[in-house]
């Protein structure tokens, strides 16, 4: 029986498989002095996830830009999106860096985060 804490997202893992990606997380974001905000995330962390492609035809559903390219990613980490006061986290996947821009968040019950992430440039 699969209860809440029994982190079903690491069980599939175990039988489609995962892949590595490197989580930074968000820390800080300070003005410099010319009026910039500058915005810190920790030294990246190893992360298992599932991630893969968001299809285009799904984006006007999801009220994404058909400009932007979008991964989706569930991993057994807390990822955090952006929000008003704070930049989403970031992370690496196949040499491209994404930001965390929606986020379905059931780590505190089960483990495990799922998200929406759009490539960004790299810094």
């Not at 893992?13 to 995962?18: F, N, Q, T, Y």
């Not at 990246?44 to 009220?63: F, H, I, N, T």
């Amino acid at each position: 029986m699969n209860v809440p804490g029994a982190n079903l997202l690491n069980k599939a893992l175990s039988v489609i498989g995962a892949q590595q990606i490197d989580l930074y997380a968000f820390e800080s974001s300070v003005t410099n002095e010319i009026g910039l905000d500058v915005i810190t995330y920790a030294a990246p962390v190893k992360l298992r996830a599932s991630v893969q492609a968001v299809p285009q035809e799904a984006y006007s559903d999801m009220g994404l830009d058909l400009s932007r390219e979008y991964i989706a990613i569930w991993g057994s980490a807390a990822l955090k999106k952006l929000t008003r006061n704070t930049s989403g986290d970031q992370v690496e996947f196949n040499g491209n860096r994404y930001e965390v821009m929606t986020e379905n968040d059931w780590f505190v019950v089960d483990g495990w985060t799922a998200v929406i992430a759009v490539r960004v440039p790299s810094p």
